[in-house]
């Protein structure tokens, strides 16, 4: 597959065949994403692959607590865990919202999940100083998430980056045993998808690109 082509068509994958997802095959798909880049090339991610049905099913527990709240405000008309605005809805509103499967699935269906965990003391965070939410140490970590699933889109496999089990984050390193200094980037399922959707609906370039200023000229 070309690389445009698979850049156009990685889709965000939730629902799998039974087909399962060798580890030489996942192997030849982290060989290829292990290229991707990180701050001072500090390379402080480390990867869990999980197959165990124990384990997996803890992590589905473990994305319900964000989920819930995700799924409150966005029923109340929010942007789900922005962090400009606080949730409108009270956190009995948040308790009593039911989880559908949907949000569950994945994990427990996939034939692998990756859980990608990155060393806090390898990252650059240069805008940690900002009186705003973190955004420039994920920026060591998440190509790797994303090389991840390109290189599996390449190889006919899919997935989804979900990122409801961080606001877990104690409790999936201790399921992982995994020392208390790594953050989780993301809990990533892959499998076989069961649909490949291949029309992603995404903003026109002229709607992204401006030039020379914010205000300027979109680039056409
Ligand atoms: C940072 C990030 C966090 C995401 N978290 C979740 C998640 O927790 N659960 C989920 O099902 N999808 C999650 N997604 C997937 C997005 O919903 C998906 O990529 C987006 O809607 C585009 O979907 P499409 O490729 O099918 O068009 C996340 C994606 C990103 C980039």
Redesign the pocket.
Known sequence: MQLAEAMRT?????EFTDDPLPDDVLAGILEVARFAPSGGNRQGARIVAVRDRATRARLAEL?EP??RR?LAQAKAGEGPWNPLTPPGPSAEQIAGTRVPR??TE?VLKAPVVLVVLVDQGTLAATDQELDRVGLVG?ASI?PL??NILLAARAEGYGG??????AAQEPAVLELLGAPAQYAVA??VPLGRPAHQ?TR???RAVAELVTRERFDGEPLA
């Open positions: 990685t889709a965000a994958v939730r994305n964000a989920a995700y949907s949000f994945p994920g998440y998430v994303w989804v980056i979900t990122t409801m089990a993301a809990v959707p992603l609906k995404r």
